[in-house]
């Protein structure tokens, strides 16, 4: 490094490296086969087969997607600082660092931080709670339209005539369902479609604010945010606000 007033801090972890890039692909592809399923018929795709086909790889890649959540959030109780939810989630002073942050952005000093700055936290929380909606209404479709674990086996067992096998129910074909109960079943899963369509516009909107965010963060601030993701280190040029790792 030729500038003596660099140095490179600890940031990200391994396991929070992983979690990033993961959960970036696994979201690329997401997104792709939702659209996929969304427009559809515009696309001539017709065959129930093919319908079927598109979902079960959706919710396959939904699995990978929500295994690294989980995983993720219980690395934030016990990964290193900069990973835990005490350094995400705004609590107490939260209000006044974000001052503090704009006031320094103002007088074209920005803070300087190892880990996310105070509005970065708060992007991150959006991020988050939206990927759990996305995955809490994404496994309850798996199951209702597709009898796809883990509440799959359950959907069946109630939507099964008497006398009917549940595991010969065949996804959007009503041999062997109790009409009512199919009925009742369509009501309930209803909501999930239309909770899990709108978060995932919301979702896409808030990935790229974010991806603009850490480049124009970046160009602005400099601290190498996007090759942190990669190596785990920033390179600041002044004392970093939130201390050493
Ligand atoms: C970032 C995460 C996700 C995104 C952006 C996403 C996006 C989408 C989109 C755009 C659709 C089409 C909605 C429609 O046709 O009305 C869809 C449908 C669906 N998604 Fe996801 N999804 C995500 C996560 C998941 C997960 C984790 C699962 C389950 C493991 C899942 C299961 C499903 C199912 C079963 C459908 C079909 C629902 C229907 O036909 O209305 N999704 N998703």
Not at 125 to 153: E, H, K, N, Q, W
Not at 168 to 183: F, I, K, N
Request: glycine share 10%.
């Amino acid at each position: 490094m030729n500038n003596p007033q660099l140095r490179p801090y600890k940031a990200w972890d391994l396991p929070v490296r992983i979690f990033h890039w993961v959960n970036f692909t696994a979201v690329i592809g997401l997104i792709i086969f939702g659209l996929l399923m969304l427009f559809k018929k515009e696309l001539g795709i017709t065959s129930i087969e093919a319908k079927i086909s598109l979902k079960t790889i959706h919710v396959i890649i939904g699995y990978v997607f929500v295994l690294n959540l989980a995983v993720r959030i219980f690395w934030g109780f016990i990964g290193n600082r900069h990973a835990r939810w005490r350094s995400i989630l705004p609590g107490r002073g939260f209000v006044q660092a974000l001052r503090d942050y704009r006031a320094s952005v103002s007088a074209g000093k920005p803070q300087q931080f190892i880990g996310h700055n105070p509005p970065g936290r708060l992007a991150v929380c959006a991020l988050l709670l939206l990927m759990v909606v996305m995955a809490s209404t994404g496994l309850i479709r798996a199951g209702t339209d597709i009898y796809y674990p883990p509440f799959g086996s359950l959907v069946a067992g109630y939507v099964a005539a008497p006398g009917t096998d549940p595991a010969s129910l065949v996804p959007y074909d009503p041999t062997g369902m109790e009409p009512s109960r199919a009925e009742a079943l369509k009501a309930f899963k209803d909501p999930f479609g239309i909770i899990h369509l709108y978060t995932a516009y919301m979702l896409m909107f808030l990935i790229v604010i974010h991806i603009f965010a850490v480049v124009f963060v970046e160009v602005r601030e400099g601290g190498s945010l996007i090759s942190a993701m990669f190596s785990g280190n920033k390179v600041l040029s002044g004392k970093p606000v939130n201390g050493e790792s």
